[in-house]
């Protein structure tokens, strides 16, 4: 622990601190544009420079590569030090364009304020400015490369730490050119990082392009719902719409990163046919006339068939204070025990991996500092990207990652890929759980197992089930010893599916509730935040069910097939426009704030010219609330988060530290549960001869909410069936010919990939939403399926 | 009977008379005011209603009346509406001991040019004048508004400071008179006014009026500069009017009580006594205006010692010199 | 103690009120008398041309950051050609305080101050000015400046074509 004096200030910093980190630390502002937190220092961009007075080096150096020792004597203000600091702006500044009031990073650009504080105001060179051309790199990133300063962060971010591969370096000389080799989109999934990476304005948000400004923004640190990692992200609003979203810091779980999707799938909070007024049968009524009515109408069937006639059903969309007073306006009520999750397989899984002592489970800090990954049955880059890009870290820091997958998993890193069939990965888990010798095929796995000192096994709920999923804690709880750590991280479907699950604990699943549905014995069904009807694998039966319903009543904020049919519709607010706490995969309680209220974006009310030229005191659109305060008023509690969080807290002996939670900082684990569940399940029958339908998750257009983000939509793959080139080449199929699957009594034309790295005896569709494939639901067992060439393209 | 209707209605009409001059004169106080306060910082002043702004005061009332009376959701409502009443009524009522002319042969009958010629004419008139600093120290006290408070207890403390000073001047007035009544003090100056025969006890009594009425450089308890409004921050429409009317007739009651005192009523040489009386009251009307648009306003501590510090003491020596000036001059006559 | 000098600054005062009280007001009526303004008065404010006619705004928000009654609100965009604009601009006068920080603040030189002060309204709305009522034909004070001639973004002329830029950088050369 060495100590220094920098700027007569004394530190301790840790051992292989660098001097600028530990100036920080003392609330210095150390100007700097190479040196990220994240990417680490290369010294290339000389603003850093202090003066070393006393101890091991001395001179004027640059404080990111000189590692802090004992006896530093170091100053920041010294004028020799400052003099340089502003010589070397103004050498950036010699090429820097003058077009700081067309450029976006303005009010936020790093070289505004650092030219700014150094006071370099004239150019006092005369030669001319060299220019450069432009590229397209696609919907995302706009590029403007006369703003560039050869800082090299864009580079080491998307190549060292994304792994993209189709963007970098150029040129020689005074000619380094940043981008790619020829015009066309960045392929990789994380290159929405650029924005924020970007010291200036070379790479900026294409979507968000000549938005606002940053100090316009309305901005609160959130939670990211567009997977279950629950990365923090700072979305900003301004004009009653959300206009962008940047990476949030959660050291513990995402880092200073977050994937595209997070990044640009934030359009649904603007969509336009948004649920917006309450409506009874179609009718716009006011919130207190609603209320009235859905207690009036739930109060009446309650009298009429008793109170087993409502059904409520919450999700792992809704966040975990709405999802518990639907509970406990359940027992108000006296009806049964809400349903969370219109999935069932998938409520199951998730409440198998909630079991899990939470200690055991793996934040993605853990997973990047692992070395060895097991990655079974889950694709992170669709289920949890940042999983993906963690992953990768965990291999520059020198891991092995090992996939046993059926579906042809990509990585942004090297990895072994074991194919495997769906049906062999409970089982395999069930043999390490079991400390049984795994088959020769997968020696090198057990030989990996055998070496590695921090080993994380990583499932995805989706192909495990709640069996796999149970054998996976249970692989995991033979693993680990004191001496040899191993964690286990296991990817849900919703943003709060852990939450959801442990609030339901063994309370009904989704298939009972159809049940009863089937019976007639539900008159009113309660939904929050939740649309069975796209959700239910079981759809006919579902529509069947709602079609006996007298009272079907809809609390969300999308336009969701549910809500079209919904007697009542009660509008809620997206994550951003209200605050609540959302439980991610690894249990990780995180509360986010509010960033803007609810209102219709004046884009739309203005309709792209000047906003209407009147006075009035009611916003537009603002009406939908927070699902949390529309239930305690039915509750009859006050609307009081911090109170409804205290009694949760209380009442769930898990969620003990809820109270305290705030938006600032990690978010808080739950805590362990009894693990009850880890009994090893039985083994399931293996399947026939017949080709098998494995429907999965895609990293754009699976999840709900970005699926109706229009800045995905040119990313939004078509639908496509991908199958083995050996089952290909049996049934004469070549790439791109178009296909008829038959499948689950459906029968679909679509055009054929072929992968070789996929397991033999599948046909994997992803779940498209808004396409024909959303008929086909991920989190089953697969169905047996024919396919057939139809044509050549 | 017939006597005494004819009285009752000589009365009333004497009565209607004084209330109209005296509000009338309150009203264009105002305005003079504001002329020739506008004329001393070479501006116009008011000239946008009727000729050369005359009539201001009707549009000033208009306005006041037709504002929206505002009550402090936290004030003492009873209090709060009373008190500016109070300081307007108390005002009227001291001009009731006002002699203007010499009694009136009228009808053959007297009809004294005073509304009521009570035998202690000058401690009613001290009693009411003790009575408007509840008026000011209500409203600001019931207006639950540090401003109205502050200036509500600068107001009192002001008040009590000068009343003592103010009384102690008048002391050898009344010495000299050899009465409390007003009309028999200015019958004692029908040959040379008190002014000029004890010009101390008038110096004092002068200064004493003006912090009295509040005004410059006595203003301590509306201090616009410091506490926005002081004790009727409060208060609009028509009940500030009444404050404000109430401050206007205070102004031309102290002016006639100056007159009377000192100045020698209505007597005068060619012109007609009420002529003289008016003339005297304006003119000491004047010299108020005059010097709000001079002098500046003092600090409180500066007030204070001034009242208690130099005013009191000479009015102490004055009234001891005054006696016996006239225990002298009375052992020799 | 001067106690003469004290008298004296007590009763001089009044000598010179009173002298003021005759001498002649130095108002000027304002309505029926208009007093002529300097060249240079800065009342409401205009939004200029550059010298090809176009609208010199470019949307930047810096007015509207400077403002201190957040008076100005507007939204960029951008054309065809990437030149940034404003689609909407707009000031609403019952606010403005008149103190020129946009035009202070503005990049471009949109912003200047005209000398138009008469803009008493009884209707509020009618205070609230668009883009449209704001823009003059003109370049202002400064009529030859064109932002986008010293950008280097390649709006008005092919990217690296301004006076101050080298043409664009041939990346694949190996030249020194």
């Given at each position: 622990m060495p100590t220094l004096i920098i700027d007569n200030q004394s530190v301790t910093v840790p051992e292989g601190t660098n001097v600028l980190e530990a100036a920080q630390q003392l609330g210095i502002v150390v100007p700097h544009f190479c040196y990220h937190e994240a990417l680490g220092a290369v010294g290339a961009c000389r603003v850093c420079a202090m003066l070393f007075i006393d101890g091991p080096v001395k001179g004027m150096q640059m404080s990111c590569m000189v590692e802090a020792k004992d006896g530093m004597v170091v100053s920041t203000e010294a004028p020799e030090a400052v003099a340089y600091r502003s010589q070397v702006i103004e050498w950036l500044m010699l090429n820097h364009p003058h077009d700081c009031p067309v450029c976006d990073e303005g009010g936020e650009c790093q070289l505004q304020d650092m030219t700014v504080a150094s006071g370099h105001s004239v150019r006092r060179y005369s030669g001319k400015k060299r220019t450069y051309q432009n590229q397209d790199l696609g919907p995302f990133i706009a590029h403007e490369m006369n703003r560039c300063i050869q800082c090299y962060r864009c580079v080491r971010t998307y190549q060292d730490y994304c792994g993209g591969t189709d963007y970098g370096v150029l040129g020689a000389n005074q000619r380094l050119y940043f981008g790619r080799f020829r015009d066309g989109p960045l392929e990789s999934p994380f290159a929405g990082n650029l924005v924020d990476i970007c010291p200036t304005g070379v790479l900026t948000n294409k979507p968000y392009r000549f938005t606002s400004r940053f100090w316009d923004l309305q901005e609160a640190l959130s939670v990211c719902p567009h997977c279950s990692l629950g990365c923090a992200v700072i979305p900003g609003?301004?004009?009653?719409?959300?206009?962008?979203?940047?990476?949030?810091?959660?050291?513990?779980?995402?880092?200073?990163?977050i994937c595209d999707r997070g990044r640009f799938g934030y359009d649904y909070v603007?969509?336009?046919?948004?649920?917006?007024?309450?409506?009874?049968?179609?009718?716009?009524?006011?919130?207190?006339?609603?209320?009235?009515?859905?207690?009036?109408?739930?109060?009446?069937?309650?009298d009429r068939h008793g109170s087993d006639s409502i059904a409520l059903l919450g999700s792992g969309r809704a966040s975990l204070e709405s999802n518990y007073l639907l509970r406990r306006l359940g027992e108000q009520l006296g009806t049964a025990a809400p349903v969370y999750g219109s999935h069932a397989a998938r409520d199951r899984a998730a409440r198998a991996v909630t079991d899990l002592a939470a200690k055991l489970s793996a934040s993605l800090a853990e997973v990047r500092s692992s070395?060895?990954?097991?990655?079974?049955?889950?694709d992170p880059l669709a289920e949890g990207p940042m999983l993906a890009l963690a992953i990768r870290q965990a291999v520059r820091n020198g891991g092995r990652v090992m996939l046993c997958d059926p579906r042809p998993v990509e990585l942004p890193c090297s990895a072994e890929h074991l194919p495997c069939q769906p049906q062999e990965l409970p089982q395999l888990l069930r043999i390490l759980a079991a400390g049984e010798n795994?088959?020769?095929?997968?020696?090198?796995?057990?030989?990996?197992?055998?070496?590695?000192?921090?080993?994380?096994?990583?499932?995805?709920?989706?192909?495990l089930g709640a069996e796999g999923s149970a054998a996976l804690l249970a692989a995991a709880q033979k693993l680990n010893s004191a001496e040899r750590p191993c964690r286990t991280m296991i990817l849900l479907p919703e943003t709060n599916s852990f939450g959801a699950a442990l609030l339901a604990g063994d309370g009904p699943d989704f298939d009972q509730l159809l049940n009863d549905m089937d019976s007639g014995r539900i008159k009113a069904l309660l939904c929050l935040e939740a649309d069975p009807l796209t959700d239910c694998p079981d759809r006919k039966r579902l529509l069947q069910g709602l079609e006996q319903l007298e009272f079907l009543a809809v609390l969300d904020h999308l336009p969701s097939l549910t809500a079209k049919k919904a007697d009542l519709l009660l509008p809620t607010t997206a994550v951003a426009e209200?605050?609540?706490?959302?439980?991610?995969?690894?249990?990780?309680?995180?509360a986010f704030a509010q960033v803007f209220s609810p209102g219709e974006p004046l884009r739309f009310t203005g309709q792209g010219g000047h906003p209407p030229r009147n006075f009035s005191s009611t916003t537009p659109g603002a009406l939908p609330c927070q699902a949390w305060a529309v239930l305690a008023e039915l509750c009859g509690l006050p609307v009081n988060l911090a109170e409804i969080r205290r009694e949760l807290a209380a009442k769930e002996p898990r969620l003990a530290g809820l109270p305290e939670l705030s938006a600032e900082g990690p978010g808080q684990r739950v805590l362990p549960g009894n693990g009850a569940s880890s009994s090893v399940p039985p083994a399931v029958a293996t399947a026939d001869e017949s080709l098998q339908l494995l429907v999965c998750e895609t990293l754009y257009g699976s999840e709900p909410l970005s699926a109706l983000s229009a800045p995905l939509d040119p990313v939004c793959p078509h639908p496509y069936v991908l199958l083995q080139e050996l089952d290909a080449a049996r049934l004469g199929i070549a790439a791109d010919d178009l296909v008829q699957l038959t499948a689950g009594g459906q029968q679909l034309a679509l055009p054929a990939r072929l992968s070789s790295r996929m397991a033999e005896g599948l046909v994997i569709v992803p779940r498209l939403r808004g396409t024909e494939l959303e008929s086909f639901y991920p989190g089953q067992p697969p169905l047996p399926c024919r396919v057939e060439k139809v044509s050549t393209p | 009977m017939n006597d005494l209707l004819l009285t009752g209605?000589?009365?009333?009409?004497?009565?209607?008379?004084?209330?109209?001059?005296?509000l009338t004169m309150a009203a264009y106080l105002v305005l003079a005011e504001r002329k020739l306060l506008a004329r001393m910082q070479r501006r116009y002043g008011p000239n946008r209603v009727g000729f050369g702004g005359m009539l201001q005061p009707l549009a000033d009332l208009i306005k006041l009346l037709t504002k929206e009376d505002f009550l402090p959701a936290q004030a003492d409502k009873w209090l709060f509406l009373l008190a500016p009443g109070l300081a307007a009524v108390t005002a009227l009522l001291a001009f009731a001991v006002v002699p203007f002319a010499p009694p009136l042969e009228l009808f053959g009958r007297q009809l004294p040019m005073v509304v009521c010629d009570l035998n202690v004419g000058i401690l009613y008139f001290f009693g009411l004048s003790s009575l408007a600093v509840y008026g000011v120290a209500l409203g600001g006290w019931a207006s639950n508004s540090k401003y109205a408070l502050l200036g509500a207890l600068r107001a009192m403390g002001q008040m009590l400071s000068y009343e003592l000073a103010m009384g102690l001047s008048i002391v050898p007035v009344i010495l000299m008179a050899r009465s409390f009544s007003l009309t028999e003090i200015v019958q004692a100056q029908a040959s040379l006014p008190f002014a000029l025969t004890n010009p101390l006890a008038f110096g004092i009594f002068f200064i004493a009026a003006l912090a009295e009425s509040k005004r410059t450089p006595f203003d301590l308890p509306e201090a616009e500069n410091e506490l926005v409004a002081g004790f009727h921050t409060e208060y609009s429409g028509m009940r500030f009017g009444l404050f404000f009317v109430g401050e206007y007739l205070n102004l031309v009651v102290l002016g006639a009580i100056i007159t009377s005192l000192f100045l020698g009523g209505w007597h005068g040489p060619l012109l007609p006594p009420i002529i003289w009386f008016l003339g005297k009251v304006l003119?000491?009307?004047?010299?108020?205006?005059?010097?709000?648009?001079?002098?500046?306003?003092?600090?409180?501590?500066?007030?204070?010692?001034?009242?208690?510090?130099?005013?009191?003491?000479l009015a102490l020596v004055n009234l001891l010199a005054t006696g016996g000036i006239l225990l002298w001059l009375g052992g020799a006559s | 103690m001067n106690l003469w000098r004290d008298i004296k600054g007590t009763f001089q005062p009044f000598w010179i009120t009173l002298r003021y009280l005759f001498k002649r007001p130095v108002t000027i009526s304002y309505p029926e008398q208009k007093r002529t303004l300097p060249p240079r008065y800065r009342a409401r404010m205009i939004l200029t041309r550059d010298p090809d006619g176009e609208e010199r705004c470019v949307a930047c928000h810096l007015c509207s950051a400077a403002c201190p009654v957040d008076c100005i609100s507007m939204q960029a965009a951008e054309r065809a050609d990437g030149r940034r604009h404003a689609a909407w601009f707009r000031i609403n006068f019952a606010r403005c305080i008149y103190c020129g920080l946009c035009a202070e603040a503005c990049p471009t030189l949109a912003i200047q101050m005209s000398s138009e002060y008469e803009l008493g309204n009884r209707d509020l709305l009618k205070l609230v000015w668009e883009k449209e009522d704001l823009l003059v034909d003109h370049g202002g004070k400064d009529p030859d400046y064109h932002f986008y001639r010293h950008t280097g973004i390649g709006v008005v002329a092919p990217r690296g074509g301004n006076n101050d830029e080298l043409p664009p950088v041939d990346i694949k050369t190996n030249l020194p």
């Open positions: 609003a301004r004009f009653r719409e959300l206009q962008r979203v940047r990476a949030g810091v959660n050291p513990e779980v995402n880092g200073w990163f603007n969509h336009p046919d948004r649920p917006r007024t309450p409506l009874l049968h179609g009718e716009e009524l006011p919130w207190s006339e609603a209320l009235e009515a859905l207690q009036q109408r739930l109060s009446e069937l309650i070395d060895l990954l097991l990655v079974m049955g889950a795994l088959p020769a095929n997968l020696q090198p796995l057990a030989d990996a197992l055998q070496q590695a000192k921090r080993p994380v096994l990583i499932g995805g709920s989706d192909l209200g605050a609540g706490t959302l439980v991610n995969n690894e249990g990780r309680m995180q | 209605l000589l009365m009333l009409i004497k009565l209607g008379m004084i209330l109209a001059v005296l003119a000491v009307a004047f010299v108020f205006i005059w010097i709000r648009g001079t002098l500046p306003r003092l600090r409180y501590d500066q007030l204070m010692a001034f009242g208690w510090k130099a005013l009191l003491p | -």
